[in-house]
């Protein structure tokens, strides 16, 4: 009887039905191109070759056959019949066989995955192994150093579950969604990414006026061209607000990637807003069918192995980064890297011969410091990457402990960036003590143009109930979805413009990388780099004839978020009164950062009461266990589609019931919000939530054009967003 991987239309006699020995020669191919990238091609060919093999059991075609007929039935799982065949020759690569499905096992549950499998399934696989795989005496080689190293043999057995998943669902779509997989890549090679860069550069210089910031931004972007000759590695992009990192940045990637030969270039920004901006720069560059937005929420749901069309429908909707131009968030880039879902490993392997640039550095979270950045040293040192810590604020790492010396060795692209933060200060910093809410909204009512930023979205809404009678009042936080807040920042720059009045009151969402230029800035007392990235929105192109007003004060019974944050806040009080005046400099900032990392726990998780380290966990090969607790959010949080542009929305969602694939989240993203997982409970309950059958949850309760979703007595989740 022929063997089947997979469903078709009409019976397994239509000839539309996927052979399951063309399925795992095909997928064994492409893991293996995948795997060459980093130097697991002969592992990874293993892979793809034996992942499927317990779909030999003939209770499992049988179960395909009830799959086709629509007839009720229990699935059967197969991937540890398959592992049991390979084990011995996979050993400690097993474990992505098994999760290929349902997710990669704790290292301790292997063992009694592989016991669960049927002897029937076991010899059914056996016989099919026998056919298909020649080199029974030939052990398997991997690399010296996953040998050496528990954690490096962590993220080898990532990427090698990577490379499979990806190669699995690309044979997959293939087969159901022959268009869609058509029309894959084509994307132009990245000498053209220079070239159109390389082109919008030369016209903004040319139509820019010759004032000292434009001539430190040409400065800047000849540092990085000549930098992107020097070899992959680390890299320090240091440049004061309004310098122009974003673009100059990108033209070190592009030409940097090119000059090596690397495949892509991963821009990855902690601030939805920034996101937000940055992708509509990218897309004016490059347009947007040559770039990949990715920071969306939305999960797939891939905790078994189910069999169906709708199954397959849902697993083959996760990103694979393939674009020679990826922006995403570090939520998704870091929880993607330590998760063990299909889904988000999927794009793993795509992270190699990478340049990656980590905008905003300094917001990457202190209790997780120690593996994030142990895993961005194995890019470097293993997977062919380059990566670059760019931000006016740039972290001390120094006294963090490094496996292979690679934070000492990051190469500063701009030489000597301390001059450019004396010859670009544009504003001046005072300390006006403690206020009430209502002192606030006072002050935000004596300026016309002014943006206020507070630490949590109750006091936002209570001063902006206190500037009732205030004219031109706008707000920003992670409430309202991207697109809302992108017709926001268009309304408040114009106002800026044209000198009407505009007072903007908004949570931590619009303090760094947002491209806003006030006269005055107020910003209640929050970690030393919230504070001077917001001064980073005030007289930002240094056009006023004096320093812009970057007034500091501290709210009274305001709100706060807890651990690290709350450890910045007590530290950059210190800061402000020692320095009142130089608080942007780099010398000082590295004496706070230096001071908060040793004030904080870098390698900690708390679950259930108790701390864990997360080094530790990802040596004991405990997969399942990390992607669970690994969260730069610690509370579970839930991607909600809202209504706004209601008639937008419904239509986008008529089209995801049919046509799921990876452009549906995309093109929803921009409706969606982020709520906790406690709240979205709640709504469930109230009735204020519903689901279409697609996995998409749409939001139907109130959605004010001020505020967005009504939920402004919660805590911000950080306004850091998957």
Known sequence: MPLYAHTGTGGPESGTWHGLEKHLRAVADLSARFGENFGAGPACRVLGLAHDLGKANPAFQEYLRACAENR??????????????????????????????????????????L??????????????????????????????????????????IRMCFSALVDADFLDTEAHFNPSVSAARGGYPPLQWYCNQLADHMDHLTSNSPDTRVNRTREQILAFCKNAALKDPGAFRLTVPTGGGKTLSGLSF?????????????????????????????????????????HHSAVEVDDSDEGQSLRDYQRRLAAENWDCPLVLSTTVQLFESMLSNRPSRCRKLHNIARSVIILDEIQALPPNLLLAVLDMLSELVIHYGCTVVFCTATQPDYSQIPDRFGFLGTACEIVENPDRYF??????????????SHEAVAEIVKQHEQVL?????????????????????????????????????????????????????????????????????VMRDIGPLDRIVQVAGRCNREGT?????QCLIFR???????QGPYRTGIELARRFVEEYPNTIDSPAVISSYFRS???????????????????????????????????????????????????????????????????????????????????????????????????????????????????????????????
């Open 72 to 113: 009720s039935t229990r699935s059967v799982p197969h991937s540890a019949a398959g592992a049991s065949v390979v084990k011995d020759l996979l050993k400690t690569l097993t474990v992505a066989i098994l999760g290929h499905h349902a997710g990669l096992p704790d290292a301790g549950d292997v063992k009694t995955a």
């Open 115 to 156: 016991q669960h499998a049927q002897p029937e399934a076991i010899e059914a696989s056996k016989a099919l192994w026998a056919q298909l795989y020649e080199n029974h005496n030939q052990a398997l080689e991997l690399p010296d150093w996953v040998l050496k190293d528990p954690l490096a043999a962590e993220m080898f």
């Open 253 to 293: 990637a592009f030409h940097h990637a090119v000059h090596h030969g690397m495949s892509r270039v991963i821009f990855a920004i902690p601030y939805t807003s920034i996101i937000d901006q940055t992708a509509s720069v990218c897309e004016r560059i490059f347009g947007a069918e040559n770039l990949l937005e």
């Open 422 to 435: 004396l010859n670009l200060k544009r504003v001046d910093y005072e300390f006006i003590g403690g206020k």
């Open 452 to 520: 206020c930023v507070v630490n949590t979205r109750r006091d936002a809404l209570r001063i902006l109930n206190l500037c009732h009678g205030a004219d031109s009042l706008f707000h920003l936080s992670t409430l309202m979805c991207p697109l809302h807040r992108k017709h926001c920042l268009e309304e408040v720059r114009y106002r800026l413009r044209k000198g009407l009045p505009v007072r903007l009151v908004s949570t931590q969402v619009v303090e760094a990388g947002v491209d806003l230029d006030f006269p005055v």
């Open 544 to 548: 006023m004839p004096t320093r812009g």
């Open 555 to 561: 709210l009274e019974s305001g709100g706060s978020l």
């Open 596 to 722: 908060l990392f040793q004030h904080t726990h870098l390698d900690r998780v708390r679950v259930e009461g108790r701390e864990l380290s997360v080094q530790d966990i990802r040596r004991a090969l405990n997969f399942a266990t990390l992607g669970r607790v690994f969260r730069f959010i610690p509370e579970t949080t839930v991607p909600l589609v809202t209504r706004y542009r209601m008639e937008n929305v419904d239509v986008l969602l008529k089209t995801a019931i049919h046509q799921l694939g990876p452009r549906w989240a995309r093109r929803l993203g921009p409706y969606m919000v982020t709520v906790y997982k406690h709240e979205f409970d709640r709504m469930l309950r109230d009735g204020l939530v519903s689901t279409d059958g697609t996995g998409i949850y749409i939001y139907n309760g109130c959605y004010s054009e001020l505020f967005g979703i009504d939920m402004l007595n919660q805590p911000d989740p950080a306004d850091l967003v998957f």
